[in-house]
């Protein structure tokens, strides 16, 4: 369910779903999504990742996770990790933004949502 429409508790497992889209290939990506506040990683164990024929490097730290994309192919890519609720409050999602680094015109960013978290 979009985690914008219910009510969290402390316990509960949120996957975040990153979708990114583009129209052209692009080497060496740099995909960071920051977490809310009141959430912690599930997936903490740095190295390389193997989805729908691309490889990367995912690196998560308490605010932030990193992918690390040496070559990013034209399409319809989805990046995911979990996060546990483990306090209650009125939370700002961060937003995720993503850059190509040898062409830093290349790049976007999200909008961040509200999470709700009580009993």
Same mark, same amino acid.
């Given at each position: 369910? $979009? &985690? =914008? !429409? &219910?009510?969290?508790?402390? @316990? =509960?497992?949120? &996957?975040?779903?990153?979708? +990114?889209?583009? =129209?052209? /290939?692009? !080497?060496? &990506? *740099?995909?960071?999504?920051? *977490?809310? %506040? @009141?959430t912690e990683p599930v997936d903490v164990? %740095?190295?390389?990742?193997?989805?729908?024929?691309m490889s990367f490097y995912q690196s998560?730290?308490? !605010?932030?996770? *990193?992918?690390?994309?040496?070559? +990013? $192919?034209?399409?319809? *890519?989805?990046? #995911?990790?979990?996060l546990d609720v483990f306090q209650q409050?009125?939370?700002?999602?961060?937003?995720? #933004?993503?850059?190509?680094?040898?062409? $830093?015109?290349? /790049?976007?960013? /999200?909008? /961040?949502?509200?999470?709700?978290? @009580?009993?």
């Amino acid at each position: 369910k $979009p &985690v =914008d !429409e &219910v009510m969290l508790a402390p @316990g =509960d497992r949120l &996957v975040v779903r990153l979708v +990114l889209e583009n =129209d052209q /290939s692009m !080497e060496y &990506v *740099h995909l960071k999504d920051y *977490h809310a %506040s @009141g959430t912690e990683p599930v997936d903490v164990i %740095s190295g390389y990742r193997w989805q729908g024929g691309m490889s990367f490097y995912q690196s998560t730290r308490d !605010e932030v996770t *990193h992918f690390f994309i040496y070559f +990013l $192919p034209e399409g319809k *890519h989805i990046f #995911e990790y979990r996060l546990d609720v483990f306090q209650q409050g009125n939370y700002t999602a961060g937003f995720a #933004e993503i850059q190509c680094q040898y062409a $830093p015109e290349f /790049s976007a960013r /999200s909008a /961040s949502i509200r999470l709700r978290s @009580g009993k």
